[in-house]
């Protein structure tokens, strides 16, 4: 059973550092895409990152490059995502996703995605 479960999440204050870990079981993460997507209350769910399959390209939103850092641990089975400078902006659910097929075309979007975890909280405030 492929499952994914993030984990990290908490209240932060503006300036401080978060890294969240998403761990998988059912399958091989180093075998699929996986994404990093958070959504805010009232918002759409937007892409964060992305690390490819295999030699683990990286891709950011642009709200987020320079300081953000998604990484995989390979013997561990589990993709990370460093958050520094956070933003009170940065305040979502965190949600990561695999797409098994290993594509990272579009891989901004949810739709390209077959399995994701439950989220965990991310809050940045004073």
């Known amino acids: 059973q492929v499952q994914l479960v993030e984990s990290g999440g908490a209240l932060v204050q503006p300036g401080g550092s978060l890294r969240l870990s998403c761990a998988a079981s059912?399958?091989?993460?180093?075998?699929?895409?996986i994404g990093w997507f958070r959504q805010a209350p009232g918002k759409e769910r937007e892409g964060v990152s992305c690390?490819?399959?295999?030699?683990?390209?990286?891709y950011y939103a642009d709200s987020v490059k320079g300081r953000f850092t998604i990484s995989r641990d390979n013997a561990k089975n589990t993709v990370y995502l460093q958050m520094n400078i956070l933003k009170p902006e940065d305040t979502a659910v965190y949600f990561c996703?695999?797409?098994?097929?290993?594509?990272?075309?579009?891989?901004?979007?949810?739709?390209?995605?077959?399995?994701w975890g439950q989220g965990t909280q991310v809050t940045v405030s004073s």
């Open positions: 996703a695999a797409n098994p097929s290993g594509s990272v075309y579009y891989w901004w979007r949810p739709g390209r995605y077959d399995y």
């Open positions: 690390i490819s399959k295999s030699i683990g390209s990286t």
């Open positions: 059912g399958f091989t993460l180093d075998k699929s895409a």
